[in-house]
T-cell receptor
Framework: KQEVTQIPAALSVPEGENLVLNCSFT??????LQWFRQDPGKGLTSLLL?????REQTSGRLNASLDKSSGRSTLYIAASQPGDSATYLC????????????FGKGTTLSVSS | GAVVSQHPSWVICKSGTSVKIECRSL??????MFWYRQFPKQSLMLMAT?????????EQGVEKDKFLINHASLTLSTLTVTSAHPEDSSFYIC??????????FGQGTRLTVV
């Protein structure tokens, strides 16, 4: 059974710092991995999607890497801003497109000004 | 990207009543939609897979008679929480996929049963 773990559970940093969020999964046979942002009481916003054949994806100040063989992904946030404060969720799609995602518990990020 | 709309965003109901939550794919057709539940400080947990024109597939431990799912069209799935109790209070969220690999989520529904 696929399990997704995110470390740390919470992180507080001052504005401007670069930071790394970690995600690990137990079964390396994944179809893709997706990073989401969730603001309190809100839905999910997709940030980056990495296909199993890819090693990284970039969008603005965000960079996500994938090491499928070791079951790990990282989300790198450059020059953090207070507006980045949110919970970041990692999710894997274990089978194929059209199947449900398996989520980690998330990392709650707080960026202070 | 594709847009998924979920309604209502929040609802408060009395214990014993039923609540219906709608999930719509606005600009694409979704043969499959998913319903998740999220308790505070917990991960999103899959409740069921909603298939257009057929019965939903429920995850282990989810009561199908309590959480009724109807996927009547390619753009609409509904989740009805029947005879709601305070322990059903949670954040419910749906997702759907278009032809691409990514999943798109609704805004979520905060259900409070009093």
């Amino acid at each position: 059974k696929q399990e997704v773990t995110q470390i740390p559970a919470a992180l507080s940093v001052p504005e401007g710092e670069n930071l790394v969020l970690n995600c690990s999964f137990t079964d390396s046979a994944i179809y893709n991995l997706q990073w989401f942002r969730q603001d309190p009481g809100k839905g999910l916003t997709s940030l980056l999607l990495i296909q199993s054949s890819q090693r990284e994806q970039t969008s603005g100040r965000l960079n996500a890497s994938l090491d499928k063989s070791s079951g790990r992904s990282t989300l790198y946030i450059a020059a953090s801003q207070p507006g980045d404060s949110a919970t970041y969720l990692c999710a894997v799609n274990s089978n194929q497109a059209g199947t449900a995602l398996i989520f980690g518990k998330g990392t709650t990020l707080s960026v202070s000004s | 990207g594709a847009v998924v709309s979920q309604h209502p965003s929040w609802v408060i109901c009395k214990s014993g009543t039923s609540v219906k939550i709608e999930c719509r794919s606005l600009d694409f057709q979704a043969t499959t939609m998913f319903w998740y539940r999220q308790f505070p400080k917990q991960s999103l947990m899959l409740m069921a897979t909603s298939n257009e024109g057929s019965k939903a597939t429920y995850e282990q431990g989810v009561e199908k008679d309590k959480f009724l799912i109807n996927h009547a069209s390619l753009t609409l799935s509904t989740l009805t929480v029947t005879s709601a109790h305070p322990e059903d209070s949670s954040f419910y969220i749906c997702s759907a996929q278009d032809r691409g690999p990514g999943a798109f989520f609704g805004q979520g529904t905060r259900l409070t049963v009093v």
